[in-house]
């Protein structure tokens, strides 16, 4: 009766598993509609699949060692008392994980470097840029090529990439839209990049995926992947039919609360760069008296420590080039 | 006046929540029952000479027991009720700013207040039994150490009816935590609650590292130490070196709030992401500092219900020692999507896989030291047995969770939560119960009811699973950790109501713990004989309960599980080993300074929430004048006489 349960748990999972490949749908991790989202589904199970090479077997093993050598009368099976030490079995399971874990890590060390966010999608499509914003509690996306800004929408193109320049008003948050791939943090004070891209037209689920306080979970956003003739009357129709967003207006925006879908048909110039930098130049940062927006980056260096590596040195040619994209902008 | 009183009552206490205002009228009520209950019986002498200024381990590690009970059961009820809230997609059962306290405090009470206590109140129940000592190295400090914790804890839990609780979550990461996104006292009651109880975590670590590097009994070598004990040494060296950077972290984030400096602020050139580098530096090995001595419990609960020796003892030792190293390597798996760039993702994935190696090794070995053994399933082995598969496969998914570029996708998800909650609660949990069973006849002298024992165990393990398998499934589905709510067009209900059901099975199996102490005290049986499952180490060489002074002589050590060695030798006829001449034995006086420091701590905490430096300043002086007072106390010892030896030896032991 009692190593049922232990056998039962292997059952358990593999019901999961089985569960989860049988109706994909609700599973939008597994069910990946863009090229990382579909490296990291690849991935997901290439690992699932190495650790249950050894998992499954533990298992039962657990199971036949519990039952075989429990005490009870007229018991045929061995008993040594004192047999506690042996080179061979424990070099055997001493190897063992090692192997695996060597397997996974060299999948791990090459799909970290392949999906590393802040590298470009090939494509021969020029990508399209979305700056994204955390507020409290609310997303806000400005379209800096065509000057249009939206509150807890997106809409792109497919098969297009999309570069997403990513910040955050106050409090970290984390931008996700799982089934075109992982998330990232959105962190105030420094601007990250992340490529995405929509192989499939299609509406899916965004949201921020880290704590912020109060209305947290109030951030959901939705991205409706179109075709691009689609995307660009979109953009049009935007332009034409929406107000305008004011710093007045982003002023109201950044107060304390959850929003609906908004549309606009255009925003402050170098509203981004204001959010992202409204920390370094601001009133307590004595050493930061830099005006332009590249100067501000370079001194971003000094105040992290730990921003020698390759991401922040990529976040600092993304200010620069963001630079020039507000001037186009314009 | 009556105006201003009522303004500052409503400012103080939480108000406006009938759930907040039923729990502070029954709070009140079981106060005002327990000032009765005590005076009644006269009872308030007896509190403070035989347990509020005790030195003795073994009655520390109870009193650590009983508060991290309770503290279960206040933990297990903000998960019930965060499971109510999540059972159907807007429900309005907790709005959001109270589903945010609760998740807060749920983290913070299971890891720090129920946890740590338990972990601590077992070493102290049990070391000093185990390598043959008669108290821990600084009985004093140890004292000192239980009350910091047990102030601390209750400061933090004060803030759920005065002041209100903290909600920035339970690392509580700035911005967030800073004046800026928490101006509330919350955050404060948070950073004085864990920093006192954290002093005291600090203490008992040091305490137990010098107790089993000193005081062993002649003839223990470090190699001839049970599992659990060096399991102990591996958890409190790490905790030596952790707890000091939470202490730091915490300090520099009160200096922010309450001087208004820029560590870890937004502007100022405050970088809130070293914080989050500098909790996790502290908080990864605190993870391990927890679940090192579930795996000593667990080596001796298989050892023991086999009926054989501990496979491997060697590889045991490396591997917990190689965890204990490398725990400190990893922190950086908890923000992979910080964007720190591929080398620094790659370097944490790695070290992070390397732990699964000794952690897996430790798995066969529990599963040889079964074969071929004579396995027998009381309680504590139900709980050993049971953590194995749970382990495994929380083992696993913590794997999966460490290949970095899938992370991205797992990231705050359900699927996390799923994985901790099992690496925790199948591992920690489920080892701590296990050991909670194991010595119980040991430390009270009497046994728990078996029968109860398995209902509760089936019910865990039942609700266990069925809490958390859905919950990895809801977070490939999307559902991202601490929501209070979601839409009906997510699909997350139906799974949302299975882990519900899962949790309430859990609650179900914690009465059920209650009720078996409960009916195991009412038909209380003594236990005739000091070794209640024929043990093999030291501490079953002695009645049940241990007397004050543990062993009347020093056990004279030739053997790993020396007691067994022992016993066989007896069985066999062999001369067994000579008794030495009683002598007097030297022991700690008891002190009430622990207690009155620690209060002084807790009225200095309360003082810094409230800013009522009238209330700090006294506080900091009062434990300024407790340490000097202690200073100059020379008489903090006496000698236990060897007719009284003979006479409690001859009590206990009956006519032998």
Same mark, same amino acid.
């Given at each position: 009766?009692?190593?049922?349960?232990?056998?039962?748990?292997?059952?358990?999972?593999?019901?999961?598993?089985?569960?989860?490949?049988?109706?994909?749908?609700?599973?939008?991790? /597994?069910?990946?509609?863009?090229?990382?989202?579909?490296?990291?589904?690849?991935?997901?199970?290439?690992?699932?699949? #190495?650790?249950?090479?050894?998992? @499954?077997?533990?298992?039962?093993?657990?199971?036949?060692?519990?039952?075989?050598?429990?005490?009870?009368?007229?018991?045929?099976?061995?008993?040594?008392?004192?047999?506690?030490?042996?080179?061979?079995?424990?070099?055997?399971?001493?190897?063992?994980?090692?192997?695996?874990?060597?397997?996974?890590?060299?999948?791990?060390?090459?799909?970290?470097?392949?999906?590393?966010?802040?590298?470009?999608?090939?494509?021969?499509?020029?990508?399209?840029?979305?700056?994204?914003?955390?507020?409290?509690?609310?997303?806000?996306?400005?379209?800096?090529?065509?000057?249009?800004?939206?509150? *807890?929408?997106?809409?792109?193109?497919?098969?297009?990439?999309?570069?997403?320049?990513?910040?955050?008003?106050?409090?970290?948050?984390?931008?996700?839209?799982?089934?075109? =791939?992982?998330?990232?943090?959105?962190?105030?004070?420094?601007?990250?990049? /992340?490529?995405?891209?929509?192989?499939?037209? !299609?509406?899916?689920?965004?949201?921020?995926?880290?704590?912020?306080?109060?209305?947290?979970?109030?951030?959901?956003?939705?991205?409706?992947?179109?075709?691009?003739?689609?995307?660009?009357?979109? @953009?049009?129709?935007?332009?034409?039919?929406?107000?305008?967003?004011?710093?007045?207006?982003?002023?109201?925006?950044?107060?304390?609360?959850?929003?609906?879908?908004?549309?606009?048909?255009?925003?402050?110039?170098?509203?981004?760069?204001?959010?992202?930098?409204?920390?370094?130049?601001?009133?307590?940062?004595?050493?930061?008296?830099?005006?332009?927006?590249?100067?501000?980056?370079?001194?971003?260096?000094?105040?992290?420590?730990?921003?020698?590596?390759?991401?922040?040195?990529?976040? &600092?040619?993304?200010?620069?080039?963001?630079?020039?994209?507000? &001037?186009? =902008?314009? | 006046?009556?105006?201003?009183?009522?303004?500052?009552?409503?400012?103080?206490?939480?108000?406006?929540?009938?759930?907040?205002?039923?729990?502070?009228?029954?709070?009140?009520?079981?106060?005002?029952?327990?000032?009765?209950?005590?005076?009644?019986?006269?009872?308030?002498?007896?509190?403070?000479?035989?347990?509020?200024?005790?030195?003795?381990?073994?009655? #520390?590690?109870?009193?650590?027991?009983?508060?991290?009970?309770?503290?279960?059961?206040? =933990?297990?009820?903000?998960?019930?009720?965060?499971?109510?809230?999540?059972?159907?997609?807007?429900?309005?059962?907790?709005?959001?700013?109270?589903?945010?306290?609760?998740?807060? %405090?749920?983290?913070?009470?299971?890891?720090?207040?129920?946890?740590?206590?338990?972990?601590?109140?077992?070493?102290?129940?049990?070391?000093?039994?185990?390598?043959?000592?008669?108290?821990?190295?600084?009985?004093?400090?140890?004292?000192?150490?239980?009350?910091?914790?047990?102030?601390?804890?209750? $400061?933090?839990?004060?803030?759920?009816?005065?002041?209100?609780?903290?909600?920035?979550?339970?690392?509580? +990461?700035?911005?967030?935590?800073?004046?800026?996104?928490?101006?509330?006292?919350?955050?404060?009651?948070?950073?004085?609650?864990?920093?006192?109880?954290?002093?005291?975590?600090?203490?008992?670590?040091?305490?137990?590292?010098?107790? #089993?590097?000193?005081?062993?009994?002649?003839?223990?070598?470090?190699?001839?130490?049970?599992?659990?004990?060096?399991?102990?040494?591996?958890?409190?060296? %790490?905790?030596?070196?952790?707890?000091?950077?939470?202490?730091?972290?915490?300090?520099?984030?009160?200096? &922010?709030? +309450? /001087?208004?400096?820029?560590?870890?602020? /937004?502007?100022?050139?405050?970088?809130?992401?070293?914080?989050?580098?500098?909790?996790?530096?502290?908080?990864?090995?605190?993870?391990?500092?927890?679940?090192?001595?579930?795996? =000593?419990?667990?080596?001796?609960?298989?050892?023991?219900?086999?009926?054989?020796?501990?496979?491997?003892?060697?590889?045991?030792?490396?591997?917990?020692?190689? @965890?204990?190293?490398?725990?400190?390597?990893?922190?950086?798996?908890?923000?992979?999507?910080?964007?720190?760039?591929?080398?620094?993702?790659?370097?944490?994935?790695?070290?992070?896989?390397?732990?699964?190696?000794?952690?897996?090794?430790?798995?066969? *070995?529990?599963?040889?030291?079964?074969?071929?053994?004579?396995?027998?399933?009381?309680?504590?082995?139900?709980?050993?047995?049971?953590?194995?598969?749970?382990?495994?496969?929380?083992?696993?998914?913590?794997? $999966?969770?460490?290949?970095?570029?899938?992370?991205?996708?797992?990231?705050?998800?359900?699927?996390?939560?799923?994985?901790?909650?099992?690496?925790?609660?199948?591992?920690?949990?489920?080892?701590?119960?296990?050991?909670?069973?194991?010595?119980?006849?040991?430390?009270?002298?009497?046994?728990?009811?078996?029968?109860? !024992?398995?209902?509760?165990?089936?019910?865990?393990?039942?609700?266990?699973?069925?809490?958390?398998?859905?919950?990895?499934?809801?977070?490939?589905?999307?559902?991202?950790?601490?929501?209070?709510?979601?839409?009906?067009?997510?699909?997350?209900?139906?799974?949302?109501?299975?882990?519900?059901? !899962?949790?309430?099975?859990?609650?179900?199996?914690?009465?059920?713990?209650?009720?078996?102490?409960?009916?195991? #005290?009412?038909?209380?049986?003594?236990?005739?004989?000091?070794?209640?499952?024929?043990?093999?180490?030291?501490?079953?060489?002695?009645?049940?309960?241990?007397?004050?002074?543990?062993?009347?002589?020093?056990?004279?050590?030739?053997?790993?599980?020396?007691?067994?060695?022992?016993?066989?030798?007896?069985?066999?006829?062999?001369?067994?080993?000579?008794?030495?001449?009683?002598?007097?034995?030297?022991?700690?006086?008891?002190?009430?300074?622990?207690?009155?420091?620690?209060?002084?701590?807790?009225?200095?905490?309360?003082?810094?929430?409230?800013?009522?430096?009238?209330?700090?300043?006294?506080?900091?002086?009062?434990?300024?004048?407790?340490?000097?007072?202690?200073?100059?106390?020379?008489?903090?010892?006496?000698?236990?006489?060897?007719?009284?030896?003979?006479?409690?030896?001859?009590?206990?032991?009956?006519?032998?």
């Amino acid at each position: 009766m009692r190593p049922f349960i232990r056998m039962l748990t292997p059952v358990l999972f593999l019901l999961m598993a089985f569960t989860l490949s049988g109706c994909g749908e609700q599973f939008i991790v /597994l069910d990946p509609k863009g090229p990382i989202g579909e490296s990291q589904k690849d991935l997901i199970y290439i690992s699932t699949i #190495i650790c249950s090479v050894i998992i @499954i077997p533990t298992l039962i093993l657990t199971a036949i060692i519990v039952w075989r050598y429990r005490d009870k009368k007229g018991r045929k099976a061995s008993y040594t008392p004192n047999w506690e030490h042996s080179t061979k079995l424990e070099v055997t399971w001493w190897s063992i994980p090692i192997i695996a874990i060597i397997i996974l890590a060299i999948i791990t060390v090459r799909y970290t470097y392949a999906l590393e966010p802040s590298k470009a999608i090939v494509s021969e499509k020029e990508p399209i840029t979305i700056q994204v914003t955390s507020l409290d509690w609310k997303w806000l996306f400005k379209y800096p090529d065509e000057g249009i800004a939206t509150v *807890n929408y997106i809409k792109i193109p497919a098969d297009v990439p999309v570069k997403f320049q990513l910040t955050s008003d106050t409090a970290m948050n984390s931008f996700w839209v799982p089934q075109l =791939g992982g998330q990232i943090y959105t962190m105030s004070g420094m601007a990250m990049t /992340l490529f995405l891209q929509a192989d499939e037209q !299609g509406s899916y689920f965004g949201s921020g995926a880290n704590f912020n306080g109060q209305d947290f979970a109030q951030m959901r956003f939705k991205v409706d992947a179109t075709t691009e003739e689609e995307y660009h009357s979109w @953009i049009k129709q935007v332009k034409d039919t929406s107000p305008a967003l004011t710093m007045e207006g982003f002023e109201k925006l950044r107060e304390p609360g959850s929003s609906e879908k908004q549309l606009f048909s255009s925003f402050p110039a170098g509203l981004f760069d204001k959010i992202a930098m409204q920390y370094v130049n601001g009133d307590g940062g004595g050493h930061h008296h830099g005006g332009a927006a590249s100067e501000p980056a370079a001194n971003k260096d000094e105040s992290h420590p730990d921003s020698s590596t390759d991401a922040h040195s990529h976040m &600092d040619m993304d200010m620069g080039d963001m630079g020039m994209d507000m &001037d186009m =902008g314009k | 006046m009556l105006d201003k009183i009522k303004d500052f009552a409503s400012e103080f206490f939480v108000t406006g929540d009938p759930l907040i205002l039923g729990a502070q009228v029954s709070i009140g009520l079981s106060v005002v029952a327990i000032i009765f209950t005590l005076t009644f019986f006269k009872k308030w002498r007896w509190l403070w000479t035989e347990w509020l200024t005790t030195v003795d381990h073994k009655k #520390i590690g109870i009193m650590y027991v009983i508060a991290s009970l309770l503290m279960l059961f206040r =933990g297990g009820v903000d998960a019930l009720l965060m499971r109510v809230q999540l059972a159907a997609p807007q429900l309005d059962f907790l709005q959001a700013e109270h589903y945010n306290q609760i998740f807060t %405090t749920h983290g913070v009470i299971m890891i720090l207040f129920m946890a740590m206590p338990l972990m601590f109140g077992l070493f102290n129940l049990v070391v000093p039994l185990q390598i043959g000592a008669r108290d821990v190295a600084f009985p004093f400090l140890n004292s000192l150490s239980f009350w910091m914790f047990f102030f601390g804890a209750m $400061l933090f839990n004060v803030s759920f009816i005065i002041g209100g609780s903290p909600d920035a979550g339970w690392l509580a +990461y700035p911005p967030l935590s800073e004046l800026s996104g928490s101006p509330g006292l919350g955050q404060d009651f948070y950073i004085w609650g864990i920093q006192i109880s954290g002093i005291g975590s600090l203490a008992t670590g040091i305490n137990f590292v010098v107790t #089993i590097l000193k005081m062993r009994a002649p003839g223990m070598k470090l190699m001839k130490m049970p599992m659990f004990v060096w399991s102990v040494l591996s958890s409190c060296i %790490t905790i030596m070196f952790a707890f000091p950077i939470l202490t730091v972290t915490l300090f520099l984030l009160f200096i &922010d709030r +309450y /001087l208004g400096a820029h560590f870890f602020t /937004l502007d100022g050139a405050g970088n809130p992401m070293m914080y989050i580098n500098l909790i996790w530096m502290w908080g990864h090995p605190e993870v391990y500092i927890i679940v090192l001595p579930a795996f =000593g419990i667990f080596s001796e609960v298989v050892s023991t219900f086999s009926k054989k020796k501990l496979f491997g003892y060697k590889s045991m030792v490396f591997a917990l020692m190689s @965890i204990s190293f490398l725990s400190f390597f990893t922190w950086a798996h908890h923000f992979f999507t910080m964007g720190s760039g591929a080398n620094v993702n790659a370097f944490f994935a790695l070290t992070t896989m390397l732990i699964a190696i000794p952690t897996g090794v430790k798995v066969f *070995n529990w599963l040889f030291t079964m074969f071929r053994g004579r396995i027998t399933f009381t309680t504590p082995m139900m709980w050993a047995v049971a953590f194995i598969p749970c382990f495994v496969i929380g083992g696993m998914t913590g794997v $999966l969770l460490s290949v970095a570029p899938a992370d991205f996708q797992f990231h705050n998800s359900y699927f996390l939560i799923a994985h901790f909650h099992q690496v925790i609660i199948g591992g920690v949990v489920f080892g701590f119960f296990a050991g909670l069973y194991y010595w119980w006849p040991k430390v009270f002298g009497f046994r728990l009811h078996e029968g109860l !024992g398995k209902w509760a165990f089936w019910f865990w393990n039942i609700g266990f699973y069925v809490c958390f398998m859905p919950q990895y499934a809801l977070g490939l589905m999307g559902m991202t950790r601490r929501v209070n709510t979601y839409d009906f067009d997510m699909g997350w209900q139906p799974l949302n109501v299975v882990s519900t059901v !899962g949790g309430f099975l859990m609650g179900i199996a914690f009465l059920f713990q209650v009720w078996q102490i409960a009916h195991s #005290i009412r038909f209380y049986k003594k236990e005739q004989n000091g070794d209640a499952w024929d043990g093999r180490t030291l501490e079953w060489s002695i009645p049940s309960p241990a007397p004050l002074y543990n062993f009347a002589r020093l056990p004279q050590v030739t053997d790993q599980d020396d007691w067994w060695e022992e016993k066989q030798r007896i069985a066999r006829g062999e001369p067994v080993k000579p008794l030495t001449p009683l002598e007097p034995i030297h022991m700690p006086k008891n002190s009430g300074i622990p207690f009155i420091m620690s209060l002084c701590w807790f009225t200095a905490g309360f003082g810094f929430v409230w800013d009522w430096l009238w209330m700090a300043i006294p506080g900091l002086i009062g434990v300024a004048i407790c340490m000097l007072v202690r200073s100059f106390s020379y008489d903090t010892d006496y000698y236990i006489s060897v007719q009284e030896i003979e006479r409690t030896e001859a009590a206990l032991r009956g006519s032998k």
